[in-house]
Nanobody, 123 residues
Framework: VQLQASGGGLVPAGGSLRLSCANPRRTSSNNGMGWFRQAPGKEREFVATINWRGADTYYADSVKGRFTISRDNAKNTLYLQMNSLKPEDTAVYYC?????????????????WGQGTLVTVSS
């Protein structure tokens, strides 16, 4: 397994969750990484991305100002802090490792994907 996502769960609207993505095989330490999500009946969509140094980050407009992506390369772990959650944030969240060291908003720019973790926000 290349990437292991965790931290999902059931939370009321307005609540917070922090997702983690472990990279036990250390295959992504020099790669950009990202979070995507897929809601029931919808296509997978971009959420947030970060370059390998952690200096560049980009967010989908729908989560900007509420979500924060970060990484700890010493721990080989990627994070997504999600605040002010809304019911429309309900989805399976996937972490992914990019093909390059840069951040990427396009799913085609990713090589390895985690198994996904379910986030459910109740109204």
């Amino acid at each position: 397994v290349q990437l292991q996502a965790s931290g999902g769960g059931l939370v009321p609207a307005g609540g917070s969750l922090r997702l983690s993505c472990a990279n036990p095989r250390r295959t992504s330490s020099n790669n950009g990484m990202g979070w995507f999500r897929q809601a029931p009946g919808k296509e997978r969509e971009f959420v947030a991305t970060i370059n390998w140094r952690g200096a560049d980050t980009y967010y989908a407009d729908s989560v900007k100002g509420r979500f924060t992506i970060s990484r700890d390369n010493a721990k080989n772990t990627l994070y997504l802090q999600m605040n002010s959650l809304k019911p429309e944030d309900t989805a399976v969240y996937y972490c992914a490792s990019a093909l390059s060291s840069s951040a990427s908003t396009n799913a085609r720019g990713y090589r390895y994907w985690g198994q996904g973790t379910l986030v459910t926000v109740s109204s």
